[in-house]
T-cell receptor, first 112, second 114 residues
Framework: AQSVTQLGSHVSVSEGALVLLRCNYS??????LFWYVQYPNQGLQLLLK??????LVKGINGFEAEFKKSETSFHLTKPSAHMSDAAEYFC??????????FGTGTRLQVTL | GAVVSQHPSWVICKSGTSVKIECRSL??????MFWYRQFPKQSLMLMAT?????????EQGVEKDKFLINHASLTLSTLTVTSAHPEDSSFYIC??????????FGPGTRLTVL
């Protein structure tokens, strides 16, 4: 069985500040891990994914995430936040049959 | 690449009527499509998994007779909400995958049942 915990349902950062969105996972098999972003009234867009290759994964829009097996974490970071980064972010883990289990989401607010 | 569309993007219907939502993979053949439901300010809940040419596999608690899924081709899956009621109002999102590791999501369909 797989599960995902996203710490912090709401994160607020200033424009230009570091973005850190936390994700911890539990998986009975080697996990595939994903970060998706959702803008209001839209579907999900894939930011990046970890599929057992390099532990530091670079995605779109300047985001990256590091897989840490010892900490069962896959935190999402971006060095400098932009106003356009304001959205809902979902961490997800994939187990058998490609089924995704999502976290509860973190709403990122970017202030001036 | 990897574009998934949904139609309609929003629909309003009367209680008791049925609504069909289409999900298409535009530039790839999808071996598997998934249907999710999302309530306001909540995460996505997987409803069912469908493979082309076979019956959908529904998650526990999802009524298969109410949410009919057809996956007629490698690029099209449909979700029909039968005899819709106000509690079925939600945001329905599909996803499609060609390989085992990545799902690509459609833009979603907002259903409002009056």
């Amino acid at each position: 069985a797989q599960s995902v915990t996203q710490l912090g349902s709401h994160v607020s950062v200033s424009e230009g500040a570091l973005v850190l969105l936390r994700c911890n996972y539990s998986s009975s098999v080697p996990p595939y891990l994903f970060w998706y972003v959702q803008y209001p009234n839209q579907g999900l867009q894939l930011l990046l994914k970890y599929t057992s290759a390099a532990t530091l994964v670079k995605g779109i829009n300047g985001f990256e995430a590091e897989f840490k097996k010892s900490e069962t974490s896959f935190h999402l970071t971006k060095p400098s936040a932009h106003m356009s980064d304001a959205a809902e972010y979902f961490c997800a883990v994939s187990g058998t049959a490609s089924k995704l289990t999502f976290g509860t989401g973190t709403r990122l607010q970017v202030t001036l | 690449g990897a574009v998934v569309s949904q139609h309609p993007s929003w629909v309003i219907c009367k209680s008791g009527t049925s609504v069909k939502i289409e999900c298409r993979s535009l530039d790839f053949q999808a071996t598997t499509m998934f249907w999710y439901r999302q309530f306001p300010k909540q995460s996505l809940m997987l409803m069912a998994t469908s493979n082309e040419g076979s019956k959908a596999t529904y998650e526990q608690g999802v009524e298969k007779d109410k949410f009919l899924i057809n996956h007629a081709s490698l690029t099209l899956s449909t979700l029909t909400v039968t005899s819709a009621h106000p509690e079925d109002s939600s945001f329905y999102i599909c996803s499609a995958t060609a390989s085992a590791d990545t799902q690509y999501f459609g833009p979603g369909t907002r259903l409002t049942v009056l």
